[in-house]
Nanobody
Framework: QLQLVESGGGLVQPGGSLRLSCAAS????????IGWFRQAPGKEREGVSC????????YYPDSVKGRFTISRDNAKNTVYLQMNNLKPEDTAIYYC????????????????????WGQGTQVTVSS
């Protein structure tokens, strides 16, 4: 079964940190760009961090730049999202997705079809 599975979500206080993981099973992530996306209630899904297949290119929107870091460990077939200085507005369901043949900018802008999506993990930032 080809799937992506996110983990690491939870409840954290403002200013806190979380690290999300996105693990692939049934296929290798080596040839895919990977993105993290989030969707809050009543809002559209948005890209928050994207990384190329080689790891050499990354993209972050201004809303998370300097606070979020995406990385990948192809040997473990896993991509990570380190989130620091979390804010209440970061509260959302976070999804990872894999896409082939896309730039990180296009991926995060959701202008290209992405081949695989995970089921999501809830992140809640609240005191």
């Amino acid at each position: 079964q080809l799937q992506l599975v996110e983990s690491g979500g939870g409840l954290v206080q403002p200013g806190g940190s979380l690290r999300l993981s996105c693990a692939a099973s049934g296929f290798t992530l080596d040839y895919y760009a990977i993105g993290w996306f989030r969707q809050a209630p009543g809002k559209e899904r948005e890209g928050v961090s994207c990384i190329s297949s080689s790891g050499g290119s990354t993209y972050y929107p201004d809303s998370v730049k300097g606070r979020f870091t995406i990385s990948r460990d192809n040997a473990k077939n896993t991509v990570y999202l380190q989130m620091n200085n979390l804010k209440p507005e970061d509260t959302a369901i976070y999804y990872c997705a894999a896409g082939a043949g896309t730039t990180v900018q296009a991926m995060c802008a959701l202008t290209r079809r992405l081949q695989y999506w995970g089921q999501g993990t809830q992140v809640t930032v609240s005191s």
